[in-house]
């Protein structure tokens, strides 16, 4: 897997087929550190933890441990007018109530998490695909510390949070973020040419067209 080093910066992306109102929301506004939720929650998974690396492992197995589903689906009834959302992006401290969690929304909750000790230069979500039996795209998060890892929080047979990211040739990176910018491997699943918006192919799902057409 390329890491950050190999990135480049490149312009936020808007989303909004991804949130329950269709209202547009950046990339970098999915990690959220700030969050009050998130402030709670990591209190309660470290507490009397010492260790940045035993705090790291308790918020990677608390989102681990949070059953997988494909999809989130969302219902929202306001003043009698019903929303629903058949691929929610949920903000991540309504992640933290949730019963269940898809690739996406585990990585936004987990990142966020880890933005309580680490800097933003040391996290990301990262968006890309996963070379095995096929490809499909695929969300998980990249740390850099000691050394570069992988956090996969989809699958029961990984047990560790600290997967040597340089080795882990199934995995191909194409676009990171965190709540202070968004970066990409050039040429990577990007479109040709690069455009302001949805970086990575499937990521235009998602993105808010109108937004996009702001920028030209």
């Not at 219902?75 to 969690?101: C, F, M, S």
């Not at 936004?108 to 680490?118: I, V």
């Not at 997967?163 to 699943?189: R, W």
Request: charged fraction near 20%; aromatic fraction near 12%; charge should be negative.
């Amino acid at each position: 897997m390329q890491g950050i080093s190999e990135a480049i910066a490149c312009d936020n992306q808007p989303i909004n087929h991804a949130t329950l109102l269709n209202e547009s929301k950046y990339l970098t506004s999915w990690v959220t550190p700030d969050s009050l939720e998130i402030q709670a929650k990591y209190a309660e998974i470290t507490e009397g933890l010492t260790t940045l690396r035993d705090k790291v492992y308790a918020c990677w197995n608390y989102v681990n441990n949070i059953p997988y589903v494909q999809f989130i689906k969302a219902r929202l009834n306001i003043a009698g007018k019903t929303y629903v959302q058949n691929d929610v992006w949920l903000e991540p401290g309504q992640a933290a109530h949730a019963p269940a969690l898809n690739c996406a929304n585990r990585a936004f909750l987990l990142a966020s998490l880890l933005r309580q000790e680490l800097s933003a230069q040391q996290i990301y979500v990262c968006f890309g695909n996963v070379n095995y039996n096929g490809t499909d795209g695929h969300g998980w998060i990249y740390s850099n510390l000691d050394r570069e890892y992988i956090m996969e929080t989809t699958s029961p047979h990984i047990k560790t949070p600290f997967m040597d990211a340089i080795s882990a040739e199934i995995y191909e990176s194409v676009l990171f973020f965190n709540d202070a910018g968004v970066y990409y491997i050039p040429g990577a699943g990007l479109r040709e040419p690069l455009s302001y918006c949805y970086c990575l192919r499937w990521l235009e799902d998602y993105v808010d067209s109108k937004s996009c057409d702001a920028y030209i």
